[in-house]
């Protein structure tokens, strides 16, 4: 590991995590490691399912304020880990909450958010079994989900081929001014049924834009945006840069994903039939394989954007 | 669930984790949920191992100093869950970590925390394959764990039972006067050993008293310690009452367990041939079921003591 003297805010999140990375290597049981949603494990070399396992955090200044209604709070914790399970294609099982909070933090706020949390676990058919509590200056919530999906069929960033059409559930944008950001519905349902369509599939956490990169560097391929097709929010739309919001606001948990040209025929029949609420929005393809490259369809490039814990100034994204 | 007006610092830590208890029960696939070390999930109904599954947070000013070493730091941190792992018998697989670090955090430190966790990952044959990295205003490692053992052999708290001896792994005390909190040798190895000998095992994280009232509680029954016997370190020793910092200090990282009758004439010899260099000494016994107990052989009761994150002066622990 190359030596560095400077701080986290100089050198950035996404650098970080390649440092992680690189001093972090998995053994023979770790199906994928650090670098897509969740990391994928192998419980015997035999087994019939794959485990997959997340972690995320929401802080009080950071992913949500202080008056937020702490019902909601406990379910955006529950509902970050549950979408990244689903972009694996994974069902949600079990989950571990790490509570900090101050001493004088009132005991039915935190009644309401483990109520919060437990109804959306009941409604995706998975259990808080466990965790820790400690004293701190602010109030957070360490969610760790584990999920199973039948062996070797988790979703990764890294699937997109060229040919695939690139994909999205929902509507982008505005999840900050609509509150859709504390109240989401994570794609528990629609991840797992997309496990038998997709090539590839993220979740978009920190905005399009960023995903859409992910998914261009972990593929090595060249993806191309149509900007007229993306499927914007009305609290977007109602915004004077709705594209902007839809790629760099973050915090949609709606799933992207790439379907490969032999499946793309029968694709929006099947899913009108299984999700019929819901809209699915083919926004462009993956065009190139060998390097990593993501731009409109009149060749702009699109910047990589996206929300950087340590650089971008602080507030609830 | 009770209404309360009343804050964590009012209620405390156990009737905190009480009232989550009761709010998310767990479902069929759930062997042992909170309450106990770790909780021991299945992932299939014919599976022939059982996952363990652990969470827990080190925070600065709280767990350790600001100048502390953070390659001590890092490695206290994984070296909790896996004393919580080693505690139900069990093999540590998988490693999750969120990062919370205020931006102006050296580099270089979380270099060196990530350098004492992947070593003593490394010694114990688990890796770290995931996580989540974000600012916050206080340095926080919240290390996530997933063991495997073979089905329904996990040691629970509750399996203590009338006749058991009461043993205990290394020495008590003083963890914080010689620095072993943060560089302690969580009992892994051993913890697997004692699967097939101990009817209900621990680790002494909370202190001794604190420990020993877990498995009252949790087993239902009457313990009597003999305070002579209890093994002090040298740093406890030292101190005008080696005692009090052996029952009340807590971060010993060792394992209380209890042994069954017709197992204890050949434990020593046994110990003996595979850990050598550790002592392993009986320090009472499991007199009588059917209500939680815990005194002195002279019949004195044990304080319940132990930290309360939320009602104790803040200070490491």
């Avoid at 949600?92 to 909070?101: E, F």
């Avoid at 007229?228 to 609290?235: E, K």
């Amino acid at each position: 590991m190359q030596a560095t003297n400077g701080t986290l805010s100089e050198l950035g999140e996404r650098p970080l995590i390649s440092r992680i990375r690189r001093q972090t290597a998995g053994g023979g049981d770790v199906v994928t490691g650090i670098g897509d949603d969740c990391a994928v494990v192998r419980l015997t070399p035999d087994a019939a399912e794959d485990l997959v396992l997340k972690s995320d955090p929401v802080i009080c200044g950071h992913h949500f304020l202080p008056d937020a209604d702490p019902r909601l709070v406990g379910r955006k914790a529950l509902g970050r880990v549950l979408s990244d399970i689903a972009s694996m294609g994974a069902a949600p099982r079990w989950i571990l909450v790490d509570l900090v909070a101050p001493g004088d933090t009132a005991v039915r706020d935190i009644d309401a958010a483990y109520a919060g949390m437990s109804a959306l676990a009941r409604e995706h058919g998975c259990a808080i079994i466990g965790g820790d509590t400690c004293r701190g200056e602010i109030l957070e919530y360490h969610v760790f989900g584990c999920g199973t999906l039948p062996r070797g069929t988790a979703r990764l960033r890294s699937g997109a081929r060229p040919g695939d059409a690139l994909r999205v559930t929902g509507r982008l944008g505005g999840s900050l001014l609509s509150g859709s950001h504390l109240s989401f519905a994570p794609r528990v349902r629609e991840g797992q049924w997309l496990r038998d369509w997709a090539n590839a599939m993220i979740d978009i956490s920190d905005g399009l834009a960023s995903e859409l990169w992910h998914l261009a560097r972990e593929s090595q391929a060249a993806l191309v945006l149509d900007p007229g097709r993306v499927p914007l929010t009305s609290s977007a739309a109602a915004t004077g840069d709705p594209l902007r919001h839809a790629l760099f606001d973050g915090e949609d948990f709606e799933l992207l994903f790439t379907v490969p040209p032999d499946r793309e025929p029968g694709f929006d029949s099947a899913w009108q039939a299984a999700f019929p609420e819901l809209p699915c929005t083919r926004i462009g393809e993956v065009v190139r394989a060998g390097e990593a490259d993501v731009r409109f369809a009149d060749g702009t490039p699109l910047a990589q954007g996206g929300f950087d814990h340590f650089v971008s100034p602080v507030e609830p994204t």
